[in-house]
């Protein structure tokens, strides 16, 4: 959506110089004087499964507990038309069945025996409901063996919040072998809480497994596929990378539920579901219903990453449980599976199809390697443990694939005693990246624009590979997406942005957050099972990524680059292949401030420059699915003359500012 903004300045006729603060600004941009190069994985994103970000969230699947696999098998699940406890329950029932070692991935079914033609069901709620649209069709899908003599029918319902159909489609099943049956319901109506109920008909015992219910419009509509509409918003941002699956659910709360990527690959219904870690994390958000069914595996993420023009950024346990639960370590003398998985992967991923992990990429559609660059080892580790096993893998991945970028995690936090002695031992072995970590109040970000200024250049580059403004505490749920942390991060961006020469990657986490089941906030992008929409912040990672440019210009004001005189902070890039020179100003003070931007070093400048302002007048702003687009950029024209850009900016806001140079 584009937008035109015109500034209150300009509206109200607003010349009083008591409004401005302080004096102008004067900002001299050296336009001939390139400083770094910007790498292509600049801004990028962080993905993690929390909040309900795959099941429920990007993985399209409607259907909760598709395969019986839950704890509790049946939750998600509502018998309709039972009487348990009888044995001639009045019209059917349903017994989960445990094939074990049989079946060890996917061991559970449900045997629904039917009494007769009274109609026996079992309904499925979604997660916190089913997004149905109307004129929308949807594929259902179950796994189904009929028993000798059974003569069970299957009907469909598709049923609004308030029991009225919205779709119904019929099946017959037939057969005693297990096999795949599908068909599609088109909605008459929409509801974000709809539900579906599998209606059993006639007399007999039927085997049901896998029951899926997804929109046929998925993004590139792929079957197992993912929201369109959530993609669509990653696809905007343009990020240079996604980094997957996380975040502490790549270490588990304990070793046994760390992310296993080769667990899922493969086919659907072969891929081991597990717990999700943050189904119990927070006492005050509890979620006992989240699991990972897997469907939204690796080989999805890798081609998420390809759809997105992104480069792919696995990062892999590296045998240590997450240190703020169990801490478990795998012995260093039974490593080498943890080992293998990372090896393996990059196999999966880059091998020629020839290898038995690179073969079943190709089995699954994927015969072009998927260009693996970068692997993460462990997420937010630290003490001596953590090396010891950084070096482990490090010896083994640079033996087979010297190439392959190593990012080492720098633990959970950006200073203290265990941040300055992994940072030391990092750089005395020239470790290739480093993930750093920030999540503190809005403050914390302004007075820290210009912590890479100083950072050895020619050290080891650095991941921003988790970081969001707090506006009450890290893991209060109360804290908001306001438009006060956005304009915060903003600023520290310019930092980033400034520091291209060591800081490579930068990504603001978390991703996404189901508005009805959530753990974790902020959230970048927030969503329920048929909206969705991007925070301030969002916006403020599109605006910095959106205009990345080429190269780093040296933008200085006095003469010192700017990091918050007078509240104001300041980054410039030339973007090579469009000669444009693009500046970014935040000003965090609440009066309006006049910036005089002298551009040096270019010939000669086009007359008007192309100005997208983010902007709120209230700190506490914030975006939501009623009013998604309350901060949003609006763009407009500024003349410029003879190398000068006069920006006039208003309380509180954040200016993109993209001029030619002919
Ligand atoms: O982004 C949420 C969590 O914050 C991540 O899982 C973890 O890495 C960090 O502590």
């Given at each position: 959506m584009k937008r035109i903004f015109f500034s209150a300045l300009f509206l109200i006729g607003f010349t009083a110089q008591s409004a401005f603060s302080q004096t102008p600004l004067e900002i001299t941009v050296k336009a001939d004087q390139p400083v770094a190069a910007i790498p292509s994985t600049m801004w990028g994103i962080f993905f993690e499964d929390i909040n309900f970000a795959a099941d429920g969230g990007l993985y399209a699947e409607l259907v909760k507990n598709r395969s019986f696999e839950f704890d509790a098998p049946l939750m998600g699940?509502?018998?309709?038309?039972?009487?348990?406890?009888?044995?001639?329950?009045?019209?059917?029932?349903?017994?989960?069945?445990?094939?074990?070692?049989q079946a060890s991935s996917n061991p559970r079914f449900a045997r629904i025996k039917v009494n007769g033609d009274n109609g026996y069901g079992i309904s499925n709620e979604g997660f916190r409901g089913m997004g149905i649209k109307t004129g929308m069709t949807y594929h259902f899908s179950m796994l189904?063996?009929?028993q000798n003599g059974s003569t069970v029918k299957i009907k469909i319902e598709l049923t609004d919040a308030n029991g009225k159909t919205l779709a119904v489609a019929n099946l017959s099943p037939q057969g005693t072998e297990w096999k795949k049956y599908t068909i599609d319901l088109k909605a008459t109506n929409s509801d974000p809480k709809a539900k579906l109920t599998v209606w059993f008909e006639g007399k007999g015992v039927m085997d049901v497994d896998m029951i899926s219910l997804f929109p046929a419009e998925t993004w590139k509509n792929r079957s197992n596929g993912m929201r369109a509409d959530l993609v669509q918003l990653l696809a905007d941002l343009k990020p240079g990378f996604i980094r997957?699956?996380?975040?502490?659910?790549?270490?588990?709360?304990?070793?046994a539920t760390r992310y296993q990527w080769k667990k899922t690959v493969g086919d659907v219904d072969k891929r081991e579901l597990i717990v999700n870690r943050w189904n119990s994390e927070f006492a005050h958000r509890p979620a006992p219903d989240y699991f990972q069914s897997f469907g939204l595996g690796f080989f999805e993420y890798f081609q998420l990453a390809e759809d997105l023009g992104a480069a792919p950024l696995p990062i892999l346990s590296c045998g240590m449980a997450c240190q703020f639960n169990s801490a478990e370590v795998a012995p260093m003398d039974e490593l080498d599976p943890y080992i293998q998985d990372a090896l393996d992967l990059i196999d999966f991923a880059n091998g020629d199809g020839t290898t038995a992990w690179s073969k079943l990429r190709h089995d699954m559609g994927h015969a072009a390697p998927f260009?693996?660059?970068?692997i993460g080892v462990g997420n937010e580790q630290w003490g001596p443990q953590y090396i010891e096993r950084y070096l482990a893998f490090t010896k083994a991945i640079k033996a087979k694939y010297p190439k392959i970028k190593i990012v080492a995690s720098n633990g959970p936090a950006p200073d203290g005693e265990m941040f300055d002695y992994a940072d030391k031992t990092f750089r005395a072995l020239n470790t290739d990246i480093i993930d750093e970590h920030y999540y503190n109040k809005p403050e914390w970000f302004l007075k820290n624009a210009a912590r890479y200024d100083k950072y050895d250049r020619n050290g080891p580059k650095v991941?921003?590979?988790e970081y969001a403004a707090q506006s009450v505490n890290t893991v209060s749920p109360l804290n908001q997406n306001n438009w006060e942390t956005a304009l915060a991060e903003a600023a520290f961006m310019t930092g980033l942005e400034r520091n291209a020469a060591?800081?490579?990657?930068c990504s603001y986490a978390p991703l996404f957050a189901h508005v009805d089941a959530w753990q974790w906030t902020p959230d970048l992008i927030w969503f329920d099972n048929l909206k969705s929409y991007g925070t301030p912040n969002y916006y403020v990672?599109?605006?910095f990524s959106n205009n990345k440019g080429s190269e780093v210009l040296t933008l200085l004001s006095g003469n010192a680059p700017l990091t918050g005189q007078q509240g104001v902070y300041a980054s410039a890039v030339r973007d090579k292949n469009s000669n444009e020179i693009i500046i970014k100003i935040i000003n965090t003070d609440n009066k309006i401030q006049k910036a005089n931007v002298k551009i040096e070093g270019v010939k000669k400048l086009n007359s008007a420059a192309n100005v997208t302002l983010l902007k709120s007048d209230a700190k506490e702003a914030v975006n939501s699915i009623e009013n998604p687009y309350a901060i949003s950029p609006a763009e407009k024209e500024i003349k410029i003359s003879n190398r000068n850009v006069s920006l006039t900016m208003e309380p509180l806001s954040f200016y993109v500012v993209r001029i030619k140079s002919l």
């Open positions: 699940w509502k018998e309709l038309n039972s009487n348990k406890y009888s044995l001639n329950a009045s019209s059917g029932s349903a017994l989960v069945i445990n094939r074990g070692e189904a063996s009929q997957f699956p996380g975040g502490c659910i790549v270490e588990g709360r304990e070793l260009n693996l660059t970068m991941f921003a590979g060591v800081v490579n990657l990672q599109k605006l």
